[in-house]
């Protein structure tokens, strides 16, 4: 059962009750059928979205090339995950539907004990479980300083959250727009230009043109320092930035000076 456990990251409904990753399920099931098309066909047996599932967009990290990209995920009931494992009729499938089965036990049974209604309550309870425990084993000795900040890592994940990412990336836009700011580039002409309205209009599609091809830059350029900062290669993928260092890399992108970073020449420079 050790085996079937590992296949699953089970999740929680608003309500507190167990959920489970349609990807998952399609994985241990071992199907051999394209996910989408699969789904289809699970779903055509009379699921419906948001009573037995819910359509969730997440975020994958590729592993061949350094770039994420989105895929649709199916979070659904146990009693839809135990149903699919059924209706394919192999030895996985009954195995994955016993693991089901027993998850949904127990969760009954400490909804009952502790009156779980909701995933707040779960939470709550979890935190708490988890803090008496912790409790405990220091007042016993059985945890050293070190095996706490093991324990602290996996409570917290070692590596950045999407929302870890998402405020590196605001530091450096904001950055990059003030270094930019500090050169004189701007988005589009402000001065009125005497002459043809559609030289105006040219003028300014070429501002907006080269103020984007130099944001782009400037951002690369400090997302590559950034990381150099943390000892890491330039071109290293960004979720391998670790959670302890974020606030360091976004004081490191704050205090960059603007002379630090070497703009690219314009076309018109070059010509």
Same mark, same amino acid.
Do not use: F, N, P
């Given at each position: 059962m050790n085996e079937i456990q590992q296949l699953f990251n089970l999740k929680r409904n608003e309500d507190g009750t167990v959920a489970v990753s349609g990807r998952e399920l399609h994985k241990g099931l071992e199907i051999g059928t394209q996910y989408d098309k699969w789904m289809e066909r699970m779903i055509a047996y009379g699921f419906e979205e948001n009573i037995d599932y819910i359509i969730q967009s997440v975020k994958v990290q590729s592993q061949k090339r350094l770039r994420t990209y989105e895929q649709l995920d199916h979070i659904m009931t146990l009693d839809m995950a135990k149903e699919i494992s059924m209706i394919q009729r192999s030895e996985i499938g009954r195995k994955i539907r016993g693991y089901f089965i027993k998850v949904e036990r127990q969760h009954n049974e400490l909804a009952s004990a502790y009156g779980i209604n909701s995933l707040d309550d779960m939470n =709550? +309870?979890? #935190? $708490?479980? %988890?803090?008496?425990?912790l409790d405990y084993l220091i007042s016993t000795g059985q945890v050293s300083n070190q095996k706490l900040e093991e324990l602290n890592n996996k409570f917290e994940g070692e590596y950045v959250t999407p929302q870890d990412i998402d405020a590196i990336k605001f530091a450096i836009k904001s950055k990059a727009e003030q270094i930019l700011g500090k050169a004189g580039i701007q988005v589009t002409i402000d001065e009125f230009l005497i002459g043809d309205v559609y030289e105006q209009a040219l003028a300014n599609r070429?501002? @907006? #043109? #080269?103020?984007?091809? =130099? +944001?782009? @830059? %400037?951002?690369?350029?400090? +997302? %590559? $320092?950034?990381?150099?900062? +943390?000892g890491m290669k330039g071109n290293a993928a960004n979720n391998l930035i670790k959670r302890k260092d974020v606030d360091l890399v976004i004081q490191f992108i704050k205090d960059v000076r603007p002379s630090a970073i070497e703009l690219t020449p314009t076309f018109e420079q070059t010509t």
């Open positions: =709550q +309870l979890i #935190e $708490q479980l %988890v803090s008496d425990k070429k501002a @907006k #043109e #080269e103020y984007r091809h =130099q +944001l782009g @830059k %400037v951002k690369s350029k400090l +997302l %590559v $320092q950034s990381k150099k900062h +943390l």
